[in-house]
């Protein structure tokens, strides 16, 4: 070992962290004094006759005792930070609890003893505290945090909270109870993320399900060598298609009843093989009691959650999803939604399964329209053409918001308006900013959106991303 190399560069890896202290702190006064004192409406007059759901609302920044912001704020927060409008919210709320509800801390940060990323999450976290708890709270937090990990921070948050008011505890966990959520995340080299909310239980069920069909899985020999992580990732795809996973559950359960022949039809379920029930009934149906008339219990006869009866093909039942793919000579497929892959991958993920080829949306050919309302074929195309909110750096999805004219549609105009090179998807916010003028937005070519915020930055949105103009 080269000491001499390694304590030079422990001293280099202790200035840099020093530096991005002070950098951390300078960002969050910076974002203080953004929201303190932005207002969208600088670059424009309002009409008097303006619409009253086109005028800038003065909101709460944060938990009780924060002062009110712009609602446009973090609209012009988040492109300046590279990331989402919600996720400049999120920025927003627990950068004011900090520096509102929780002056130690915030002078902690300042004085560069205190982390600001955890000092900002733990100041979101105590926003659910009355302000004369929020400060005490925090100051005990301060004193024990330095010694944990940053999961280990976040969760004593949790423990402080509760020993600070009991009655709040209820109130969280039906909060959070509310907030019960399933997202997908966006793509990355042909795989997905997929994060959930459930109640205990739930997921207590979901989990025993997932490393069930896993262990069956593993039961066939070409998953023999693969590994669990990745036999429980298959696992929670097959319970998309409840059928196919009741199928893999009879048949294992059944198997010395099931007969060789069932079982390896069944084996190839998941390949696109459609094997029925048909010639379980004996063994999935329970025998009735001639004395009682009540369905005989005996586990013998039923396997508990796993009775059931299916009488129909099970490709018949499993659900349909539309998937847009365009391939490219140099052997790479560009999925809709999903990314770019390669077609060794595009194969796998498509293997077994069935496919209808629907005709190909030439964007280029696709003619303007003379009604307001854009046809489903249209709104189709123009999803295509903007896969994410044409919205700086958003990560919505454009499917399910309202597709507005980037020129505003004029009812005595001959002409057809309502095209690609005029139609962009954004969410009710940006569209309000945007036709009350606060927001400017051209679209100078067909699928590239030119926006220009009320400080004056420029940013053109396409499907590849924002990018930020000088």
């Known amino acids: ?44 007059t309002i009409d008097d006759d ?13 938990s009780f005792g924060t002062s009110p912001i712009s609602e446009f704020a973090a609209m012009e927060l988040g492109p300046l930070m590279c990331c989402s409008p919600a996720r400049a919210r999120t920025i927003l709320f627990e950068t004011l609890n900090l520096y509102h509800r929780h002056p130690s801390l915030w002078d902690a940060v300042q004085a560069l003893t205190l982390d600001a990323h955890r000092a900002r999450k733990a100041a979101g976290k105590f926003g659910v505290l009355s302000l004369d708890l929020a400060d005490k709270v925090g100051k005990l937090w301060v004193a024990k945090q330095h010694r944990l990990s940053w999961q280990g921070a976040i969760d004593l948050c949790d423990k402080l909270i509760v020993a600070a008011d009991p009655e709040i505890a209820a109130e969280r966990e039906a909060r959070q109870l509310r907030n019960r959520n399933v997202r997908v995340w966006d793509p990355q080299d042909g795989t997905v ?11 207590k069920y ?13 039961e066939k020999p070409a998953y023999a060598q693969v590994a669990l992580d990745v036999l429980r990732s298959k696992a929670l795809g097959i319970m998309a298609h409840p059928a196919v996973a009741l199928t893999m559950i009879q048949g294992a359960l059944q198997k010395p009843i099931f007969g060789t022949g069932d079982y390896e039809a069944f084996d190839d379920a998941d390949s696109g093989s459609t ?10 149906t329970a025998p009735v009691d001639p004395e009682t008339g009540r369905i005989d219990s005996d586990p013998h006869h039923c396997h508990g959650h796993a009775c059931g009866r299916i009488t129909v093909p099970v490709a018949k039942l499993q659900p349909k999803v539309q ?20 077609a060794t991958t595009l194969r796998e993920i498509l293997d077994g399964k069935q496919v209808r080829v629907t005709p190909v949306i030439d964007l280029n050919s696709m003619p303007a329209e003379h009604q307001y309302r854009p046809s ?9 053409l903007f896969p994410r909110e044409a919205f700086p750096f958003s990560n919505r999805t454009s499917r399910g918001l309202d597709l507005d004219h980037t020129t505003a549609y004029q009812w005595s105009y001959r002409d057809p308006q309502t095209g690609l090179g005029n139609l962009a998807p954004i969410g009710r916010r940006p569209h309000r900013a945007k036709t009350a003028g606060f927001w400017k937005c051209q679209q ?7 926006w220009t915020s009320p400080l004056g930055f420029r940013y053109a949105v396409d499907r590849d991303g924002t990018h930020r103009l000088e």
Not at 6 to 27: F, G, P, S, Y
Not at 50 to 62: A, F, P, R
Not at 275 to 284: H, I, K, N, V
């Open 193 to 203: 993320n997929l994060t959930a909310k459930l109640d205990l239980l739930d997921a």
């Open 1 to 44: 070992m080269n000491k001499q190399k390694c304590d030079e560069a422990a001293a280099r890896l202790l200035a840099a962290m020093n530096q991005e202290k002070h950098a951390q702190a300078d960002q969050l006064s910076a974002i203080v004094s953004l929201a303190q004192n932005y207002t969208a409406s600088t670059s424009t």
């Open 376 to 384: 489903k074929r249209m709104r189709e195309a123009a999803h295509l």
């Open 444 to 450: 100078p070519v067909m699928g590239q959106l030119i």
């Open 50 to 62: 303006l619409l009253d759901e086109l005028v800038e609302d003065i909101t709460q920044g944060g």
């Open 206 to 218: 979901v989990n025993a399900t997932v490393t069930q069909l896993a262990g069956i899985l593993r």
């Open 323 to 342: 998937l847009y793919i365009h391939l490219h000579a140099d052997g790479t497929a560009e999925v809709d939604g999903a990314g770019t892959v390669a």
């Open 275 to 284: 094997p029925t029930m048909e010639s379980t009934t004996s063994c999935l």
